[in-house]
């Protein structure tokens, strides 16, 4: 159960350093980036933990967490970018 909380833990402080390097005038905020890196984080772990690569709780966990939930705030920026700018 501990490894849940700290790949949690993990995503959420992802999604806040994410929105201070990369703030953006987007709807969301600081909540969507954090809940996006939880998101991210438990999407990319649990994968890993299911296809066998590794178990909960090893420290290669917790990095690909970190690349999960950046990916997942590139990838949502990507998109309301592109929507944004096709308003203006």
Known sequence: MIPVFSTALVGLIVGAIGNAIMPAHDTGGRITSAILGVCGGSLVTSIAWLQG?????????????????????????????????ETE
């Open 53 to 85: 690569w590794w178990f909960p709780g090893e420290p290669i966990g917790y990095a690909t967490a970190a690349a999960g939930a950046v990916l997942l705030l590139i990838v949502y920026r990507v998109i309301v970018g592109l929507r944004i700018g």
